[in-house]
C-alpha cells in the first residue's frame, strides 16, 4: 500500500487490487452527451476533473459511477467540460 500523503494524521491512502483493462482517458467538451448502450461488461466512470451525469446523477471531479452489464447509459457532460476515466470490466 503506498501513502498519498507524508502526514500520519491523514490517512489518505491507496490500494488497486485489480486493473481489470487498461483504462481510457476521455475529455468531452461541455453540452456533450455520450451514449454507451448495452453491454456485456460492467462500466466504471471515474471522473477527473469538471462535472457530468451518469445514470441521474451529478459526478463531480474525485467522483465514480458504476454501470452494470446490460444497462444503456449516457455522460453528460457539465458547463466547464469533463475528463474522465472509462474502464470496461472483462471477466478474464
Not at 37 to 65: E, K, M
Given at each position: 500500500?503506498?501513502?498519498?500523503?507524508?502526514?500520519?494524521?491523514?490517512?489518505?491512502?491507496?490500494?488497486?487490487?485489480?486493473?481489470?483493462v487498461?483504462?481510457?482517458?476521455?475529455?468531452?467538451?461541455?453540452?456533450?452527451e455520450?451514449?454507451?448502450?448495452?453491454?456485456?461488461?460492467?462500466?466504471?466512470?471515474?471522473?477527473?476533473?469538471?462535472?457530468?451525469?451518469?445514470?441521474?446523477?451529478r459526478?463531480?471531479?474525485?467522483?465514480?459511477?458504476?454501470?452494470?452489464?446490460?444497462?444503456?447509459?449516457?455522460?453528460?457532460?457539465?458547463?466547464?467540460?469533463?475528463?474522465?476515466?472509462?474502464?470496461?470490466?472483462?471477466?478474464?
Amino acid at each position: 500500500m503506498r501513502t498519498l500523503v507524508n502526514d500520519p494524521v491523514v490517512a489518505d491512502t491507496i490500494s488497486v487490487t485489480h486493473v481489470p483493462v487498461v483504462p481510457q482517458l476521455m475529455h468531452a467538451d461541455a453540452g456533450t452527451e455520450l451514449r454507451w448502450d448495452a453491454r456485456t461488461v460492467d462500466h466504471h466512470i471515474v471522473v477527473v476533473s469538471g462535472t457530468c451525469r451518469v445514470l441521474g446523477r451529478r459526478i463531480c471531479a474525485g467522483g465514480t459511477a458504476y454501470i452494470p452489464a446490460g444497462m444503456d447509459h449516457t455522460v453528460a457532460v457539465g458547463a466547464w467540460g469533463c475528463t474522465f476515466f472509462s474502464v470496461d470490466e472483462t471477466t478474464a
